[in-house]
């Protein structure tokens, strides 16, 4: 009984991890995609609001990568160990 209890756990943590890695990356798409002109650009107030609006993006961007990666992980492994 405890170790459904764990592998339950294992998979919900894992889709977890997976719902908010998406939700990260889709916000970050949409900012920048708002940030666009007519050209195609992305407009940014000055230097330093492009590389702090720049840094902090691709930070998140990487972060919510491992945490997509990282739930995949223990989705497959609830799902293995669970059969």
């Known amino acids: 009984m405890k170790t459904q209890i764990v592998h339950h ?5 894992g889709a977890a991890l997976i719902v908010t890695a998406l939700v990260i990356r889709t916000a ?3 900012r920048r995609f708002n940030r666009r002109s007519i050209t195609g650009l ?3 107030q000055s230097f330093w609001h492009w590389r ?5 993006e ?10 997509l990666l990282a739930g995949v ?11």
């Open 73 to 83: 992980f223990l989705t497959a492994c609830g799902i293995y160990t669970n059969h």
């Open 42 to 44: 992305q407009l940014f």
């Open 28 to 30: 970050i798409s949409r």
């Open 9 to 13: 756990t294992t998979l919900v943590i």
């Open 52 to 56: 702090i609006t720049t840094l902090i």
């Open 58 to 67: 691709s930070f998140l961007n990487f972060t919510a990568t491992l945490m």
